[in-house]
């Protein structure tokens, strides 16, 4: 590891700013290179060229780490005191809730091992050798020993070893995807003068680590290595950025010091009531103690996760993979999409959208005659290979020519059998144009050529219109420069063709064979945005999401496609483009001013994007990050929620995302926004529903307590809670979405479980349980069963000994009457606080809207759930081998029916309250 850390540091300078003699002088290097022996010196003084891994935690402290978690901490607490009131004899509640905590540990520990593979993907880009010369010499040395001042020798097909300044390119093309994000290859010009601020996709002198060389060949002397490099910097950001809290981690931290407030008030409480009627001060800690287990939803942390973990199967069904379960959640808090252009909103794919040819402009769409020379030129003058299974393979614009070739019915591998190609002048970034020369059927020969307009019109001298070839007037040439600009204008790529026929093959140089050619006409081409991308920024628009673009393109590029998808308004003045450089003269005081003004950012570099992220962050907005470059990686982990792609990203930059597209499709990501948001919304529900059981619970062991009840038993508790209302829960984790869900604003990161009516919710329908559950217990104990009054003696003793009640041989008939008919009244407080919560289930699938409205029984696992928990909480009552362990009681029809009532007016009174409730909203809209 020592070997890795810079022992001495590197110049950091704009070196693509500066000449080549310059970067010589001070690199201490020629073009000859370096000596061996001054090359080792070097790599002592700077270290390897590898990127440093940082200082890893291990696994047993991360393990660790997860217990410090509040709610955790306070299920833990709950897990020893309910193994200390049962005195060791009954601790499945404890094992139940030890086995929640460990299996969140083990998720916590699997997730924070992302930046740790994000690096180790970045590595695995790097290439093994690079060909130097050394001691006047090419040889082949291990890439990791290259060193400042080094010349390196790249050719097609090369994986660039380190950040180079460029000395010699011929014909150098590279491709810098993965830290630009735009897949073109970027041709290299080292006589081009290049701005101190540009960006680096316009560095053209420069060539950076892992960028792909995909044509021609260069020479460069290396300026940086290791954790220098532009690479370099991004494992560094990967490294040292500390994860964004989710919003549902947030929520969760709230829930839990809300909770711990609630218990320790309640322990209080009840403790001192307990003591100021007299009772003993241990036993009235014990039943504090008891009342405070009581509150824990010992299940909630199980149940989100398994809600959570649901939520990612029908997401992957949907093609969006989720690498982290809480980013599920977050997903539906979103305010803010910043999305990279290149194939999320777009194709990815360069396409010709337009042609002007014999005088007219055309849609890519249009007629075209086969015998067009615009089309036969685009197709001839092109290196684009077609696989045996019809793929394209080649430079993309090129096989963007081809592709319309094909859409409309052009042979090519038919037409190039009779006219091949017998000679060609490859293209080459001085003179931009490529010429290929074919044999004619009458022996002639048929010049193609294709090149940048401005340059392929000064060899222009006669045009073809209707098959007349006529001369090139000025008139001609301005019309030409009119109809590019045009093009131009609305983002196109634009490309020049004309050709000549010749008696003989000319000398291969571009005065003989690329001049006196007939103009055939021009081509625009673009990468198209996605048809179902202006769709989804609609829906995010309407459901207040506030989509805007980030990408390493062109401004003019980037704003066109921005207005062709709705994310930059033409009648709006409010939302402007911001490139790179422009973003640099801008403090982060002054940009957190201006972020609000900006929905498209083009030529950015990867702090740039960081800064972006961030300025939205301090505005309080939860932003979710697109990207598939190495260059995404750090604002990807900055971000709330990273969204990778799975075709085209990089491994760097899945690693470091939350979410992985497998379509790589932006409307993608608003399918799962609206999954996000169900999921928040049935959580909510389920919270909800599990407090609401839970102080019901409380309210009535308290309640009870004060009038000297014994309501309910520690087993009943455990019942209700962990198994009773389990299935309840999870199903309700899975319910479809509310109407509008998509039509309401993003809730942001203020907002809490509690938020839109919930908590009063749970305050009043707890307390509604409770009455219920003790106007029950109490009706019982003063109405008691016909059938129980009529019982003899020895039917009371039998039956107290059936449901586990101790019997005192001095017990008289009275007394065991009275006896069963308090284990009648507590089986039926059971019964009724179990049936109540399972009907309340109901209650909770809105919180203001009727059940009428949403659908009581629309979902089958709702109501398969239901049905379920309601036997596993009768067997309790109804089969005689139960009764004894959870010390209960048969129940007759009588006594089921006031229990059934009870359930019932649980549903009419929160019915009723609702009714109240919408009136009060529609005032309050009115208002």
Excluded: C
Excluded at 162 to 167: E, I, N, V, W
Excluded at 425 to 435: H, V
Excluded at 603 to 611: E, G, Q, T
Excluded at 841 to 866: E, P
Aim: neutral net charge; charged residues 20%.
């Amino acid at each position: 590891m020592s070997e890795v850390v810079k022992k001495k540091n590197q110049l950091q300078e704009a070196f693509h700013a500066q000449s080549e003699a310059a970067v010589f002088t001070k690199m201490a290097s020629s073009d000859h290179g370096l000596s061996t022996k001054e090359a080792n010196n070097r790599l002592k003084e700077y270290g390897l060229n590898v990127l440093d891994e940082g200082k890893k935690v291990s696994v047993v402290k991360k393990f660790l780490n997860q217990f410090k978690d509040l709610m955790i901490v306070i299920l833990l607490i709950s897990a020893f005191f309910s193994v200390v009131i049962n005195g060791g004899e009954d601790i499945s509640d404890a094992i139940i809730i030890l086995v929640v905590v460990m299996i969140n540990a083990v998720f916590g520990v699997f997730q924070e091992s992302k930046a740790e593979t994000a690096i180790d993907a970045l590595k695995s880009m790097s290439t093994p050798l690079a060909r130097v010369r050394r001691d006047g010499n090419v040889e082949e040395i291990r890439s990791e020993k290259l060193v400042p001042g080094d010349v390196v020798l790249l050719e097609a097909g090369d994986v660039v070893p380190a950040d180079m300044r460029l000395f010699e390119a011929a014909s150098l093309k590279i491709e810098e995807a993965a830290l630009t994000g735009e897949s073109v290859p970027v041709e290299k010009n080292i006589y081009q003068k290049v701005n101190v601020d540009a960006s680096i996709g316009d560095r053209f002198n420069m060539a950076f680590q892992n960028a792909n060389v995909t044509y021609g060949r260069g020479v460069g002397v290396v300026v940086a290595t290791g954790m220098n490099t532009e690479v370099g910097k991004i494992a560094d950001m990967l490294v040292n950025f500390d994860e964004t809290q989710t919003p549902l981690k947030q929520n969760l931290n709230r829930l839990s010091k809300v909770l711990t407030i609630a218990i320790l008030l309640i322990a209080v409480i009840t403790f001192l009531v307990y003591f100021l009627r007299g009772g003993e001060p241990f036993k009235g800690l014990m039943t504090s103690v008891a009342l405070a287990v009581a509150a824990i939803p010992e299940g909630l942390p199980a149940i989100v996760t398994i809600i959570l973990a649901l939520g990612t199967q029908i997401l992957a069904k949907r093609n969006s993979i989720m690498r982290k379960l809480s980013a599920v959640e977050t997903l539906g808090s979103t305010q803010i999409i910043a999305s990279d252009k290149t194939g999320t909103l777009t194709m990815n794919q360069m396409r010709v959208e337009k042609i002007y040819t014999n005088e007219e402009l055309k849609t890519a769409d249009d007629f075209i005659d086969l015998s067009d020379m615009t089309l036969k030129v685009m197709n001839y003058a092109n290196d684009t290979k077609i696989a045996q299974n019809g793929s394209l393979i080649g430079d993309p614009t090129e096989m963007a020519l081809i592709q319309f070739g094909i859409d409309h019915q052009y042979d090519l591998p038919k037409l190039l059998q009779v006219e091949p190609r017998v000679a060609e002048l490859p293209f080459d970034s001085d003179r931009k144009l490529m010429s290929t020369v074919h044999k004619l059927a009458d022996g002639n020969f048929l010049v193609a050529v294709k090149g940048a307009p401005d340059q392929l019109i000064k060899r222009v001298t006669k045009k073809l219109v209707n098959w007349k070839i006529t001369f090139f007037t000025k008139k001609n040439h301005e019309n030409i420069v009119n109809i590019n600009h045009f093009l131009a204008k609305n983002a196109l790529r634009v490309l020049a063709f004309g050709y000549k026929i010749v008696s003989k093959i000319p000398e291969l140089k571009t005065n003989s064979l690329e001049s006196d050619l007939i103009f055939a006409g021009l081509v625009g081409m673009i990468d198209p945005e996605r048809k179902e991308a202006k769709e989804a920024v609609r829906v995010a628009k309407l459901a207040g999401i506030y989509p805007i673009m980030i990408t390493g393109d062109h401004q003019d590029t980037a704003e066109a496609i921005a207005l062709r998808l709705d994310i930059l308004d033409k009648d709006s003045k409010d939302t402007a483009v911001l490139t790179g450089s422009e973003l640099n003269e801008l403090t982060d005081e002054e940009f957190q001013k201006q972020v609000k003004q900006y929905a498209v950012y083009a030529r950015v570099s990867p702090d740039h994007k960081v800064r972006i992220v961030k300025a939205w962050q301090n505005a309080g907005k939860v932003v979710a990050m697109t990207g598939d470059g190495v260059n995404d990686a750090p604002a990807l982990k900055m971000s709330d929620i990273g969204i990778g792609m799975g075709i085209t990203g990089t491994e760097v930059s899945k690693s470091a995302s939350d979410m992985v597209l497998a379509d790589d499709n932006f409307a993608t990501i608003i399918v799962a926004i609206k999954e996000g948001r169900k999921i928040f919304a049935n959580i909510q529900k389920t919270i909800q529903y599990l407090l609401s059981a839970n102080m019901a619970e409380v309210l009535t062991i308290f309640l009870a307590t004060l009038f000297g009840w014994g309501v309910l038993m520690p087993v009943h508790l455990l019942w209700i809670n962990l198994v009773t209302d389990t299935f309840p829960a999870i199903a309700l984790g899975v319910e479809s979405a509310e109407p509008k869900i998509m039509e309401q604003k993003p809730r942001g990161r203020a907002a809490s479980f509690f938020s839109k009516g919930v908590l009063g919710s749970i305050i009043y329908q707890g307390i509604l349980q409770g009455v219920l559950t003790l106007s029950v217990y109490g009706a019982a104990l003063i109405f008691p069963a016909h059938t129980l009054t009529n019982f003899s003696y020895k039917e009371a003793i039998l039956a107290l000994k059936n449901i586990g009640e101790g019997v005192n041989k001095s017990l008289t008939h009275v007394a065991a009457i009275d006896q069963l008919q308090h284990a009648d009244a507590l089986t039926m407080a059971f019964a009724t606080l179990g049936l109540i919560q399972l009907f309340h289930a109901f209650n909770v699938k809105s919180v203001h809207q009727s059940i009428l409205t949403v659908g009581a029984f629309y979902s089958k696992t709702f109501n398969w759930s239901i049905l379920i928990s309601f036997l596993l909480l009768a067997l309790t009552i109804v089969i005689p081998s139960f009764n004894k362990t959870f010390h209960v009681a048969h129940l007759d029809l009588y006594q089921w029916g006031i229990v059934f009532i009870a359930g019932l007016l649980m549903i009419l009174i929160v019915e009723a309250v609702k009714v109240a409730q919408r009136k009060i909203l529609d005032l309050t809209d009115l208002k």
